[in-house]
């Protein structure tokens, strides 16, 4: 039969709204941390990260927080659109594993027109 | 220009049969990632490959898991004795750095086993 996944986060805006995602982490030793969008179909598309020494980090309509005393990572997403619609996914980097990422659970970005 | 492609988009094959999944990473990027993504999960990673060598197999499931990049560029990740469980999502990245760069995805190659 066919397999059911998890249900994931759900977070709904309205068009023109700011959204902010949220990401719990657990390593202290990670060095970078992502954000991943991932769209219906495709893989996942980076869209900004930020140094482990750093707690902001801006880019266009987008800005990450990171909070080390909690282990918190954050996405903010100004004036949301409906293209923004997606799953996104935070990402830890280790640079002595080779980089691999190690992925939290994605958020499900809903933007209502 | 082009980007990670990876083929087939999808793959149907019957329990117990033997498959390869291919990854053409962004041209001259020396760094290559396999990670499997399950429905409503994140990507977790299998393997990785700094030029012709897989410097990190640890995400490899078990031995029925292998891949290839013998010439430094194109991989092959190889599953036998196909399991009704290693239906997912496989996900090829890319990156120009030995582990510090951006990582690129591909659209990776959505595996179902009958």
């Known amino acids: 039969g066919e397999s059911v996944g998890l249900h994931l986060p759900t977070l709904s805006v309205q068009e023109g709204d700011n959204s902010i995602i949220n990401c719990a982490y657990s390593?202290?030793?990670?060095?970078?941390f992502i954000w991943y969008k991932q769209e219906s179909g495709k893989g996942p598309q980076f869209i900004i990260d930020?140094?482990?020494?750093?707690d902001k980090r801006q880019g266009q309509r987008v800005t990450v927080l990171l909070n080390k005393t909690v282990k918190h990572l954050s996405l903010q997403i100004a004036a949301t659109q409906p293209g923004d619609s997606a799953v996104y996914f935070c990402a830890e980097l280790f640079y002595n594993q080779g980089g691999k990422l190690i992925f939290g659970q994605g958020t499900e970005l809903s933007v209502k027109p | 220009g082009a980007g990670v492609s990876q083929t087939p988009s999808n793959k149907v094959t019957e329990k117990g049969k033997y498959v390869e999944l291919r990854c053409d990473p962004i041209?001259?990027?020396?760094?290559l990632y396999w990670y499997r993504q399950s429905l409503g999960q994140g990507p977790e990673f299998l393997i990785y490959f700094q030029g012709t060598g897989a410097a990190d197999d640890s995400g490899l499931p078990n031995d029925r898991f292998f891949a290839v990049r013998p010439e430094g560029s194109v991989s092959t990740l190889k599953i036998q004795r196909t399991e009704r469980g290693d239906s997912a999502v496989y996900l090829c990245?890319?990156?120009?750095?030995?582990?510090?760069?951006?990582?690129?995805f591909g659209p990776g190659t959505r595996l179902t086993v009958l």
């Open positions: 990245a890319s990156s120009s750095l030995d582990g510090t760069g951006t990582q690129y």
């Open positions: 041209s001259g990027h020396t760094a």
């Open positions: 390593n202290s030793a990670s060095d970078y």
């Open positions: 930020i140094r482990s020494n750093m």
